[in-house]
C-alpha cells in the first residue's frame, strides 16, 4: 500500500513539473521567436520603435496563449467532472441501499466513462484505505477539483454523515437537484442565443466596416485638402480648410489596435453571457479576429478603389 501511494505522489508530482517545464519551454520559445523577428524586422525598416514593441510584445502573447489556454483545459476538466457527479451519486446511492459501506460503495461506484472523476474517486479511495477519515478525503478531493458546485455537494454529504440520516436518499435527491440546475443553465445560455448572435455580428462586421470607412474617410480628405490653395489672410469666412496632421498610416494601426481589443473583451463578454464564465469566450476569439480583420481590410480595398476612381 504504501509502494500505491508513494506511486501516486510521484506521478501528481511529475505532472506538476512536466507543466513548469512546458511553461518554462514556451517562455524560451517566445523570447527567441521575439528576437529573431524583432532583428529582421529592425534589419530591413531601421525602426526601431517597432522592434521593441516586437522583441516584448511576443513573448507575452505566447506566455498569454499558454495562460489561457492551459486555464481553459483545466475548466473544460471541471466541467466534464461536474456533468458525470449526479451519475457518480447515483451509482453510490444504490451501492448504500444494498448494505455496502460507504467508503467501499465510493470505490465501487468508480466507472472508466466517468473520466478524469474516477482518477480522483480512485485517490480519495486510497486515502481513505491507508488511514484517513472520509470527512477529510472527500474534502481532499473536492479541492483537488477545484469545483464549487462539487466542493458544496460534498460538504452536504457530510453534514449528512454527521447527522446519521439516510445519506442514500441525500444521495438521490442531490444528484436529482445537480441535473435539475444544469438543465435549467442550459435553457438560460439558449435564451440569450440572440444576445450572442447580436455581440458577435456587431464585433466582427459592425466595428471593423465602420473602422475600414473612418480610414479611408481620413485619406480621402487627406488627399483632397492637400490640394486646395491657402486662404487669403484677410478673407473671414465661418469656417476654414486647413491639412491633416494626422497621418493615414496612424490612423489605421489605431483602428486595428481597436478592432483586437474590442474583439478579446468581446470574445470574454460572449463567454460570459452564454456559459456564465469569462474564459469560455475564448474559443470565440480566433474566428472573431480573423472574420473582423478580413472584413476591414476588403472593405478598405473596395472603398479605396472606388474613392480613387471617382475623384480622378
Known amino acids: 500500500m504504501r509502494n500505491t501511494i508513494k506511486k501516486l505522489g510521484t506521478k501528481a508530482t511529475e505532472e506538476k513539473k ?22 529582421t ?18 513573448p507575452i502573447l505566447t ?8 486555464n481553459l483545459k483545466k475548466y473544460r476538466r471541471v466541467k466534464k467532472m461536474e456533468e458525470v457527479f449526479p451519475d ?14 460507504i467508503d467501499r460503495s465510493m470505490l465501487l461506484s468508480v466507472r472508466e ?9 480512485q485517490k480519495a479511495g486510497r486515502e481513505i484505505a491507508t488511514g484517513k477519515s472520509m470527512e477529510t478525503s472527500l474534502l481532499n478531493m473536492g479541492e483537488r477539483i477545484g469545483s464549487e458546485k462539487i466542493q458544496k455537494t460534498i460538504l452536504l454529504i457530510i453534514s449528512g454523515m454527521r447527522a446519521g440520516g439516510n445519506l442514500a436518499t441525500l444521495l438521490d435527491q442531490t444528484a436529482t437537484n445537480l441535473r435539475e440546475s444544469d438543465f435549467i443553465e442550459k435553457k438560460a445560455a439558449s435564451s440569450v442565443l440572440m444576445y ?6 456587431a464585433v466582427s462586421a459592425g466595428a471593423p466596416a465602420l473602422f475600414a470607412l473612418s480610414t479611408v474617410l481620413v485619406e ?3 488627399t483632397l ?36 481589443v474590442i474583439d478579446i473583451l468581446a470574445s470574454l463578454v460572449l463567454g460570459l453571457v452564454s456559459k456564465g464564465e469569462e474564459r469560455e469566450g475564448i474559443k470565440y476569439l480566433p474566428a472573431i479576429l480573423i472574420i473582423s480583420l478580413v472584413i476591414f481590410f476588403a472593405i478598405r480595398f473596395f472603398l479605396s478603389g472606388f474613392m480613387q476612381s471617382f475623384f480622378q
Open 88 to 101: 457518480f451519486l447515483q451509482l453510490m446511492s444504490s451501492n448504500l441501499r444494498a448494505g455496502i459501506t
Open 196 to 201: 450572442v448572435i447580436f455581440i458577435f455580428i
Open 63 to 70: 506566455y498569454a496563449f499558454f495562460y489561457f489556454t492551459n
Open 225 to 260: 485638402l492637400a490640394g486646395i490653395p491657402a486662404m487669403d489672410s484677410s478673407v473671414s469666412l465661418p469656417f476654414t480648410l486647413s491639412t491633416i496632421s494626422i497621418s493615414v498610416n496612424f490612423i489605421i494601426y489605431f483602428a486595428l489596435t481597436f478592432i483586437v
Open 220 to 222: 480621402i480628405l487627406t
Open 113 to 121: 466513462e466517468f473520466d478524469p472523476l474516477d482518477k480522483e474517486i
Open 18 to 39: 512536466s507543466e513548469k517545464q512546458k511553461r518554462k519551454w514556451m517562455i524560451i520559445i517566445g523570447i527567441l521567436v521575439g528576437l529573431i523577428a524583432s532583428s
Open 41 to 58: 524586422f529592425l534589419l530591413v525598416t531601421k525602426k526601431v520603435t517597432i522592434s521593441v514593441i516586437i522583441v516584448f510584445g511576443i
